[in-house]
């Protein structure tokens, strides 16, 4: 298995302004938190712990190989239309569509 990045705090912290690179941080650390419960609830993690004790959330990167290949494949199905805004990043209802993309893929297994 090839190990890559697939998606990093400071790809999305760089896009922004520097007034707004803290909001920017704090935003990408809510909104993976409720992602990575997700996932680890799921058994979609590699290592359970993962992500759990992250305290310099703009140095957070995850990988290919922190996810089993289940979590990598719905990763790659739903991460790009998933980021939700500024202000509601904390709410469970933007899992909906990975919840949903889950079924489908373990209804298929």
Do not use: N
Not at 13 to 29: D, L
Not at 56 to 71: K, N, Q, V, Y
């Amino acid at each position: 298995m090839e190990d890559f990045i697939i998606d990093a705090c400071c790809w999305h912290v760089e896009a922004e302004a520097p007034a707004h690179k803290q909001r920017a941080i704090a935003h990408f650390r809510e909104c993976y938190t409720v992602l990575l419960a997700f996932f680890r609830e799921e058994g979609l993690l590699r290592d359970p712990k993962f992500g759990l004790h992250a305290h310099h959330w703009s140095d957070f990167e995850i990988r290919r190989s922190d996810l089993t290949p289940e979590g990598y494949r719905l990763f790659q199905s739903c991460s790009r239309s998933w980021h939700p805004a500024v202000g509601q990043e904390v709410t469970r209802r933007h899992l909906t569509p990975w919840k949903t993309q889950l079924s489908r893929m373990r209804g298929a297994a």
